[in-house]
């Protein structure tokens, strides 16, 4: 997800994540173990053309969230993500490469959908093994200016990196014209404790 949210079919208002797989299964395979499971929460599902699925979340007790106003809440969606591995992606901080990556995205933002996309993805991060890939660089202290590319991002981005547990990993990728800079790809210890975290956010 180097040049933005990818594989969602449509326009996309609000944050989107990236999941790395590295065991390779079939997209079909993996909808056939999580929609079941969204069923049970999310009203109604929707696969959609090429597979994506959009669904829109009706009880947020199943990930562990007090009940919200279900009007500040979009449709959310999970895809395949064509472009994982990508070919100017710097993998070295990994063991090895991932082999397939899912898109799960908020078709709004505002507060209440970044905490509901955070949790969802925290949910099918343990439940397919994943790591989670933040499009961006997060920061505990979002300012003007963060969506630079510029030393001042960069040491907010390690200052959080170092303050809470689990792993949280700089990724390098081209950003054209010879250029690259660094965005997050973290564990399900480190989101479980940024979702926490009073400054919590995802990238839009």
């Known amino acids: 997800m180097a040049s933005g949210p990818r594989g969602s079919g449509g326009g996309v208002s609000g944050p989107a994540v990236g999941l ?12 056939a173990d999580v929609v079941p499971w969204l069923e049970t929460f999310c009203e109604p599902v ?3 053309a090429g597979g994506a699925v959009d669904f829109w979340v ?12 279900p009007a500040s809440v979009g449709v959310f969606f999970v895809s ?23 898109v799960v995205g908020a078709g709004c933002s505002g507060s209440v959908n ?3 996309l955070g949790h969802l993805t925290l ?22 200016g963060d969506d630079t590319r510029n030393e001042a991002v960069l040491a907010r981005a390690r ?12 990724v390098s990728y081209g950003t054209g014209g010879g ?3 660094l965005r997050h790809v973290g564990d399900v210890e480190f989101l479980e404790a940024w979702l926490q975290h009073p400054d919590f956010h995802l990238i839009k």
């Open 20 to 31: 790395w797989l590295f065991e390779p299964r079939e997209f079909a395979d993996i909808l």
């Open 46 to 48: 929707e696969t959609k």
């Open 58 to 69: 009706r009880d947020g007790s199943a990930l562990g969230l007090r009940a919200f106003d």
């Open 80 to 102: 395949e993500d064509e472009e994982v591995p990508g070919e100017d992606e710097d993998y070295a901080a990994f063991l090895r490469p991932p082999v397939q990556g899912l």
């Open 114 to 116: 970044h905490v509901l």
């Open 123 to 144: 949910a099918l991060a343990r439940r397919l093994d994943a790591l989670v890939d933040f499009d961006g660089l997060l920061s505990s202290c979002p300012a003007a």
């Open 159 to 170: 200052a959080l990196a170092s303050a809470l547990p689990g792993r949280l990993s700089e």
């Open 179 to 181: 250029g690259r800079w």
